[in-house]
């Protein structure tokens, strides 16, 4: 069954490059990134990790761990991450899953048959501490993600997390942000000490409160 927004996270073991992980307890109480790429040693999926790998820092200020799969086996992956390392000039420290029965991919519906009958898309799952469900994006095997895109919704669903605020196309971390229609404007003068600008009764920004 298909996993949707607010699902509860399906917990797992796994063979990984780090060794066996329970996927619960991997994260704690972080924030995760769980992302499927088609196979090893293929073109778009080394600079994939590689440059995930080179966000290593970014992910770790937010709180996040990151954690990879694909169908092939441990060997496979363990000979691969020294290519990427050296290709991208990075140092791939997270584990990588090797779901060769495919457990992980059925839990998380990576196989897209009538893509590929057997290697998982790129699929990536952004789990919140709670171990619900945050964010799902699906890509082709032919299109490398944007992981500055995942860095800037993650920004967007910390902060909302935490503030009745919601971010706008494009928005990027520093900017304003949108008070949600729930929050009354005499609340929100309350709420948001820094301002409001008020362009329509349902269209109110305010500075972002966390910076
Ligand atoms: C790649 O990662 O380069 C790739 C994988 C599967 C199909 C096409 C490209």
């Given at each position: 069954m298909s996993l949707r927004l607010g699902d509860k996270a399906p917990n797992f073991t796994a063979q990984t490059t780090a060794g066996e992980i329970d996927f619960y307890e991997y994260l704690g109480d972080s924030w995760g990134v769980l992302f499927s790429h088609?196979?090893?040693?293929t073109p778009v999926c080394t600079t994939e990790l590689g440059r995930t790998a080179l966000l290593k820092e970014e992910f770790a200020k937010r709180n996040v761990k990151v954690l990879a799969v694909s169908v092939d086996p441990l060997e496979k992956h363990e000979g691969w991450v020294n290519d990427i390392n050296e290709t991208q000039a990075?140092?791939?420290d997270f584990p990588l899953i090797a779901d060769e029965n495919r457990k992980v991919a059925e839990l998380y519906d990576m196989i897209h048959p009538n893509a590929s009958a057997t290697a998982t898309v790129r699929s990536l799952f952004v789990i919140g501490p709670d171990k619900t469900v945050k964010l799902m994006i699906t890509y082709p095997a032919s299109t490398g993600r944007n992981f500055y895109e995942v860095m800037r919704v993650i920004d967007s669903l910390q902060l909302t997390a935490q503030h009745s605020v919601a971010t706008p196309a494009n928005w990027q971390d520093g900017e304003d942000v949108i008070v949600v229609p729930s929050v009354s404007t005499i609340d929100a003068e309350k709420k948001f000490p820094k301002g409001l600008r008020i362009v329509k009764p349902y269209l109110r920004y305010t500075p972002q409160p966390n910076k």
């Open positions: 088609p196979a090893d040693y990075c140092t791939v």
